[in-house]
């Protein structure tokens, strides 16, 4: 075990660890989209969780630094919050924005994030960057609405992990996106149904379908 220390409290880390789920396990938050506990790599897309640690020149991301013993790390810095703030906006000048009419909605990671460090989700200074890509509805339990992802990669990972590996990032830079092979809709490929993309989709991007009441194998599109 290692012992560090996080915004003046002490905490005891397994060595290996990455500094964010040792401060996420002891109750310290640190605001994060794309990592997996107990995954073996991380995206870092998000860019959410730099913090500070000293004897390093510049902020990283808590998601891929490892645990050390005596590591001293600060959360809050100026240069920390100027980041965090930074990437967020970024965020959201690429996301559909519709709080009100998300199946997400009140269980939103973005929304969450906001919440905690009190930041604003309908206002951006930056130009907003529309995707207008389709939503595809053609599976029978989940859909996928593209311009609501934030390529956090989640889903990427458990479908290689515990799927079949349908899915993956397609194109580059501000064009890429998470899709089916050759975008073939999702009702066409060989996904078994594990769900466990929608499980760890921390926006309204991939949501389960609503089952109907009053028929107990109505699917509600």
Not at 13 to 32: H, Q, S
Not at 67 to 79: A, I, Q, Y
Not at 161 to 166: A, D, S
Request: charged share 25%.
């Amino acid at each position: 075990m290692a012992k560090i220390i996080i915004n003046d409290i002490e905490i005891n880390a397994k060595e290996g660890n990455t500094v964010l789920w040792a401060a996420l396990d002891n109750g310290i938050y640190i605001p994060n989209l794309c990592s997996i506990k107990g995954a073996k790599t991380s995206f870092a897309s998000c860019r959410l969780c730099f913090v500070e640690i000293e004897g390093h020149n510049d902020p990283v991301t808590s998601c891929t630094e490892q645990v050390k013993d005596g590591m001293v790390v600060h959360l809050n810095t100026p240069r920390v919050q100027k980041i965090r703030n930074t990437a967020f906006k970024l965020l959201l000048s690429h996301h559909a924005i519709d709080c009100a009419h998300c199946d997400k909605n009140k269980n939103c990671e973005l929304q969450n994030i906001a919440k905690k460090l009190g930041l604003k989700l309908q206002f951006t200074p930056l130009r907003k960057i529309p995707r207008e890509l389709p939503v595809d509805c053609s599976h029978p339990l989940f859909y996928y609405d593209p311009n609501k992802c934030v390529l956090c990669g989640k889903c990427v990972y458990v479908c290689h992990e515990k799927g079949k590996g349908v899915l993956d990032f397609a194109y580059r830079g501000i064009s890429t996106i998470v899709s089916t092979f050759s975008g073939i809709p999702f009702a066409d490929v060989e996904c078994d149904a594990c769900l466990e993309c929608v499980a760890v989709c921390p926006v309204g991007a991939l949501v389960l379908k609503k089952i109907s009441p009053d028929k107990k194998s109505g699917i509600i599109d």
